[in-house]
Nanobody, 119 residues
Framework: QLQASGGGLVQAGGSLRISCAAS????????MYWFRQGPGKEREFVAA????????RYADSVKGRFSISRDNAKNTVYLQMNSLKPEDTAVYYC??????????????WGRGTQVTVSS
C-alpha cells in the first residue's frame, strides 16, 4: 500500500515536503504520481516521476514551484512544495502506475495527506 505523510498547515509563500512510502510491495518499476483534491474541487494531477527518477511531469499550476523525486532504495516518493499559495490547499494523494503521463489515471492509489496554506 501507499501512505502519504508530511502534510500540515503552512503560511502562503512557505515550503513543505510531503512523502509517500510504499509497503507490502515494491513500486520501483512504476511511475509515481501526486494528485490533489481541494475543497469543492475535482481531483487533479500535480506531478509524476518515471521509475528511474529522471523523467518528470508537472501540472502548469505548479511548474517552477513543486519538485517531485523518488528514492527507490527507500521505496518512497517526495513532493517538495515551495512558494505555496492558498489555492494549493488540498488533500494530496500519491499513486502508482506502469505508465508515465499527465493523462494517466493511475491504477494504484494511497491514502492522502492534508496540506493547508493560510493567506
Amino acid at each position: 500500500q501507499l501512505q502519504a505523510s508530511g502534510g500540515g498547515l503552512v503560511q502562503a509563500g512557505g515550503s513543505l515536503r510531503i512523502s509517500c512510502a510504499a509497503s507490502g510491495r515494491t513500486f520501483t518499476r512504476d511511475a509515481m504520481y501526486w494528485f490533489r483534491q481541494g475543497p469543492g474541487k475535482e481531483r487533479e494531477f500535480v506531478a509524476a516521476v518515471g521509475w528511474r527518477g529522471i523523467l518528470t511531469r508537472y501540472a502548469d499550476s505548479v511548474k517552477g514551484r513543486f519538485s517531485i523525486s523518488r528514492d527507490n532504495a527507500k521505496n518512497t516518493v517526495y513532493l517538495q512544495m515551495n512558494s505555496l499559495k492558498p489555492e494549493d490547499t488540498a488533500v494530496y494523494y500519491c499513486a502508482a502506475d506502469a505508465n508515465l503521463g499527465t493523462g494517466v489515471v493511475p491504477g494504484f492509489w494511497g491514502r492522502g495527506t492534508q496540506v493547508t496554506v493560510s493567506s
